[in-house]
């Protein structure tokens, strides 16, 4: 009876869960998200992990580009700057 119980609180617990991811999914934004990490984005220049709350966002000919700091996004602007559109990204 218990063990009853114990599932269905996990199914509940499954459902609340999904709910919210999907409550997220369809956000204010129509912005196509990668479909490996939602909420974590890499920074370009220094590599680190960001979440995407707390990144400073750069809209680069019309692409999103996430940092860690003003520092970054500066950084990454001189870089374009300096190289003519021949971007071969270093993504891992
Ligand atoms: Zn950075």
């Known amino acids: 009876?218990?063990?009853?119980?114990?599932?269905?609180?996990?199914?509940?617990?499954?459902?609340?869960?999904?709910?919210?991811?999907?409550?997220?999914?369809?956000?204010?934004?129509?912005?196509?998200?990668?479909?490996?990490?939602?909420?974590?984005?890499q920074d370009p220049i220094c590599g680190v992990y960001i979440a995407?709350?707390?990144?400073?966002?750069?809209?680069?000919?019309g692409t999103r580009h996430y940092f860690c700091s003003m520092d970054c996004l500066e950084k990454f602007r001189d870089r374009l700057d300096h190289t003519p559109s021949s971007n071969s990204g270093g993504t891992a």
Request: glycine share 6%; aromatic share 8%.
């Open 1 to 41: 009876m218990a063990r009853l119980l114990v599932s269905l609180l996990f199914l509940y617990i499954g459902y609340r869960i999904v709910k919210a991811l999907f409550a997220k999914k369809s956000g204010r934004e129509p912005v196509p998200a990668p479909p490996a990490a939602e909420d974590t984005v």
């Open 52 to 61: 995407k709350e707390d990144a400073v966002v750069g809209t680069l000919e």
